[in-house]
């Protein structure tokens, strides 16, 4: 009886060993099919809007500049002051960061170099867009799932107007054009705070920096950047607006459709950057 017994004990233990790791693999299947199915919905939303993109710019379809250019203000002309002062802070921080250890093997003069690739192919747009992913995308995201919860897009369908066109197209291109625009700006405010820091902190000459700064960039770091600008910014619109247009559940849904754009903005964001980190790593750009 005391064999019968641990046997079937350790029968029990096995099968609740399998069944937690049939219910393991179960939520790992769900969660690859989820991750697909986003994949897909959000391609499906990129390649609509890429295609009313193309009619507008073939004049097959009128887009109005008023929307177009009341999106760039709210998107970019609004991120202005928050950019400037965030950028910066880090190219004070790069500066300070780095100025022991150059110090330590007499290139101080040497911070410049280091603040200006850093931020030109780097912190540059990737910083401005991690910031215009909670002041921009999750606006948007918001905004669009009031609407949806409103039933002004089915009211907008029941017209014969395509949601798509009218409220996605304008944004996603004015989150393009201004992140490229807000990194040019970013870019340069991180430089200067890395020359003040440099001029007043450290004791590096204006012209010397100034110098180093000129030799250290090529257009090739500064294109770098504007291409991840404006993927970055393509990857932060397209997430809110399908973030939005798939809002349920009222307020409580906006706000969690709210908080999942700027989660996964970030996240695709850092995974993306690393993309193009390797991509130009490889190819030695």
Same mark, same amino acid.
């Given at each position: ?24 693999? !179960? ?5 690859? $099919?989820?991750? !697909? ?35 760039? =203000? ?21 500066? !300070? ?17 280091? *603040? ?9 747009? &990737? ?47 004015? $989150? ?5 625009? &807000?990194?040019?700006?970013?870019? =340069? ?41 404006? *993927? ?29 754009? *700027? ?5 695709? &964001? ?6 193009? $980190? ?8």
């Amino acid at each position: 009886m005391n064999g019968s017994a641990a046997a079937t004990q350790g029968y029990g233990r096995a099968g609740r060993g399998l069944a937690a790791l049939g219910r393991a693999g !179960l939520s790992a299947g769900r969660a690859v $099919t989820a991750g !697909l199915e986003y994949l897909g919905g959000a391609g499906y939303l990129l390649f609509d809007a890429g295609m009313w993109l193309y009619r507008v710019l073939t004049r097959r379809a009128r887009l109005s500049a008023s929307v177009f250019a009341a999106q760039m =203000v709210r998107v970019g002309v609004r991120s202005i002051p928050i950019i400037v002062l965030v950028q910066t802070f880090i190219g004070i921080i790069l500066a !300070l960061q780095m100025a022991p250890t150059l110090r330590d093997y007499g290139s101080l003069d040497k911070t410049a170099n280091i *603040v200006a690739i850093a931020m030109f192919r780097e912190l540059g747009p &990737l910083l401005s867009a991690v910031v215009l992913s909670g002041f921009a995308g999750a606006s948007i995201a918001a905004e669009i799932g009031a609407m949806v919860e409103a039933e002004e897009i089915k009211a907008m369908r029941a017209h014969a107007l395509n949601p798509i066109r009218f409220l996605v197209v304008p944004r996603i291109t004015a $989150t393009v054009v201004m992140l490229v625009g &807000l990194t040019v700006v970013a870019d =340069v405010v991180g430089v200067l705070g890395g020359l003040g820091t440099a001029v007043l902190v450290l004791d590096i000459p204006r012209e010397t920096y100034l110098h180093n700064t000129q030799i250290a960039l090529t257009y090739r770091d500064f294109f770098t950047g504007l291409v991840k600008a404006g *993927v970055f910014g393509g990857l932060i619109s397209l997430i809110a607006c399908y973030e939005g247009l798939n809002v349920r559940g009222g307020a409580e849904g906006v706000g969690r459709g709210t908080t999942a754009t *700027v989660v996964k903005s970030i996240v695709a &964001l850092i995974a993306t950057d690393c993309v193009f $980190t390797s991509v130009f790593y490889l190819f030695g750009l």
